[in-house]
Each structure stands twice: as C-alpha cells, then as structure tokens.
C-alpha cells in the first residue's frame, strides 16, 4: 500500500524562526512529489519535484528532494504570521493519472 | 488570475437524497480531479477526468458516485444516495497537461462542504 508521512504533526514556532518540515514516501512508480499550503480551505500548489538534489525555491521557501531515502524536506525561513497553515505532502505515481496519495499534513503555527 | 471555482460553497442534506456539487475549471485546463477532506483527516483522491472519461478512481469511488462534463465548461460530481459519512469538503481540481515523464500543476476549488443529516 502507498504510504505517505508527514513530520511532525503540528509545530509552534516564533516569527523569524525556521522550519523544516519533513514528508516520506513508500510507493512504487514515483513520478513527483507535490507540497501544498492549506490554510482555511484549499490547499493551494508550493511545489513540484521529480529530482533528487534539485532546491526548488520560492521567497522564504525551499525544498529538496532525496529519491534515494525516499523523503522530501520543505524549509521556511523568517517565519511570519502568514505561514501559519497545514502543509500538505503529495505524491503521484507513473501509473495512476492524476491520482495523488496525501499525507496528513503538518500543522504549523507561527506566534508573532 | 484564472481560477478554479466551485458551487454550492455548502450544501445541506438529508441521508438517502442525491447532491450535485458542481465546478468550473479553468477554462484552457483538460484535466479534472474530485477530492474529498473529512473533517480533520487527510486529503483523499477520488476521481481524474480526461477526454469526457475517468482516467482513475479511488476506492472511495464507488457505484454512488458519478463524474460528469455536460458543457464545454462544468464538472459535475454527484453523489446519489448520500451517506452520513459522506460529509466531508469537496474540492475540484484542474490541470492544463499531463505530458509523459511530467505532472502538471493541480489547482484547487475552494471547496464544497457537504453536511448529511
């Protein structure tokens, strides 16, 4: 069975700290591996990676991919009252169209 | 910016009735997607939609469920008898391409909550 884990579950942090934000995969045929920010109601895109060792970025947010350990990292530095959301993991397989298995998703709480 | 929207943002039901919910993708995107959020659980992949036929479906979606695009614009979910644990959040999902090797970035409705009585 596919299997994708977030960790932790929820974190607190202070504004200006940094996260790391963790999510494994077991699947088979791995095509990518997706990160979304959820805050009140849809889950909106971060990222997408397919290879290992390639940093996507974007502003305060990093993450890398290591196919070889199966695990994904999502970095946010100087954390703001506005990253305060659930980050959702996703993976997609080669062989399911569009079908994405989600993880629980971590929630992140930053207090100014 | 293009974005997808979905209708009712919350629907209300008694347990047996049938419920549509409905979307509309971006308009240039050919693929199609349902997924359902419980309260409190994780993101569940029911359904993709390609070319007016399922791509892939979810366990979840069984002989209840049905998918449907019955103009160039709508996407249509419709559950016939609804449960009670049917209550969950229904978001609807595009994307423009699904080359080989390659996914293309879903993006999300705001959602339909749908509460079974």
Known sequence: EDKVVQSPLSLVVHEGDTVTLNCSYEVTNFRSLLWYKQEKKAPTFLFMLTSSGIEKKSGRLSSILDKKELFSILNITATQTGDSAVYLCAVELITNAGKSTFGDGTTLTVKP | ?117
Request: proline share 4%; aromatic share 12%.
């Open chain 2, 1 to 117: 910016e293009p974005e997808v929207t979905q209708t009712p943002s919350h629907q209300v039901t008694q347990m047996g009735q049938e419920v549509i919910l409905r979307c509309v993708p971006i308009s240039n995107h050919l693929y199609f997607y349902w997924y359902r959020q419980i309260l409190g659980q994780k993101v569940e992949f029911l359904v993709s939609f390609y070319n007016n036929e399922i791509s892939e479906k979810s366990e979840i979606f069984d002989d209840q469920f049905s998918v449907e695009r019955p103009d160039g614009s709508n996407f249509t979910l419709k559950i016939r008898s609804t449960k009670l644990e049917d209550s969950a959040m229904y978001f609807c999902a595009s994307s423009h391409t699904r080359l080989a090797g390659r996914t293309d970035t879903q993006y999300f409705g705001p959602g339909t909550r749908l509460t079974v009585l």
